[in-house]
């Protein structure tokens, strides 16, 4: 529209600013071209005001069908971790590339694909890039490369994915990994200033490490090298086997331990809500026992637990070992809210069940926290129970440690979602309608650290579960202490 405003402004004053134009049919003849000139500049205009209609169009198109498979399943569609990642993308970056469209007609349109494209993965490498995250920088970059090598086309290049990769890799001390794909992209941009004077000083550190290693006495001095440049303290010294655990490539029980592992009836010592219906037990785990409840919650008690919850779900959070007051951490992704059993009889009564069949006292407990995993939602590994250097994590409840974690979980997932124990090579996948329970502490109270455990993330669906933290208050005639300190 600009446009066309601007070629009609430099036309029209030409053939408007002379009145004396009538006076010669020569000069009015020039106003027939001018006119002509006018009529194929309005053309033009349309035609590309048509061109820029019909992209909106297609856009609308595409959008209108996404939107109408997405609303007939949200929950679904959102638990897909591609179609989560592109609606974010869209509502991000590109319903501002469409308004540019509208504005200044300067678009190609909008494409949807179905997978991770080269710019997804270099993007998100770029995201844990700059939180520092250079594990997670490395497998987004290496993928990256992976879909360039495979011959995707991408405005991204292979120098620029090679410049994050190679430092990401440096920074968790694989010197000799980062120098080659440093040269590897020297090979592709021999100016690249950045790559060169990295090689400059990964030859430096390496050959400095090489003669440290000729002389015992400089051996302290390879040690302050190593300490400065090598790879970086990983927050979690268990990451391997968890993530490994997350993909079901968790520990086998020997045949011997197998068979110490039963699926029982379940009637709370003689309780009489279970003499006639006994709760189904299975043991999923003999140290630390781990037992899991079949259809122990039914599906109108989790709608109903859902829906209180869902208007108070905030970020999820953890007690701080310093202050004993909760707040949130990057190591726990989800929404969380808290449910009393005064407010509804259903979480009353899923109090109480809680209560009967484990035979612990419900009423020092926390209240039943309900937390929801979208895509990518996890819990990295943790202690429920408060360890010796943390005296004041529970000091505001006054009931004592945790004692006891009883969980419940209210939805299938598609992919991902476990709870498992890195200690012991445990994974417990979720089924809706069953509950799993675990004590945190030995009957002496000291701290089970074989109960050390992480909620994987949500790979497809999302991930709804409730738990009960069962304190020490109230427990001492339930649960006796005994004399020895691991029992």
Known sequence: MIWYILVVGILLPQSLAHPGFFTSIGQMTDLIHTEKDLVTSLKDYIKAEEDKLEQIKKWAEKL?????TATKDPEGFVGHPVNAFKLMKRLNTEWSELESLVLKDMSDGVKHKSFLTVEDCFELGKVAYTEADYYHTELWMEQALRQLDEGEVS???????????????YQQGDLDKALLLTKKLLELDPEHQRANGNLKYFEYIMAKEKDANKSSDDQSDQKTTLKKKGAAVDYLPERQKYEMLCRGEGIKMTPRRQKKLFCRYHDGNRNPKFILAPAKQEDEWDKPRIIRFHDIISDAEIEIVKDLAKPRLSRATVHDPETGKLTTAQYRVSKSAWLSGYENPVVSRINMRIQDLTGLDVSTAEELQVANYGVGGQYEPHFDFARKDEPDAFKELGTGNRIATWLFYMSDVLAGGATVFPEVGASVWPKKGTAVFWYNLFASGEGDYSTRHAACPVLVG??????????????????????????
């Not at 405005?155 to 190679?166: F, R, W």
């Open 64 to 68: 209108d069908r996404l939107t109408s």
């Open 462 to 487: 999302n991930k709804w579960v409730s738990n009960k933290w069962l304190h020490e208050r109230g427990q001492e005639f339930r649960r006796p202490c005994t004399l020895s300190e691991l029992e």
């Open 155 to 169: 405005t991204i290049d292979k120098v620029s994915v090679l410049d994050y990769l190679s430092y990401a890799v």
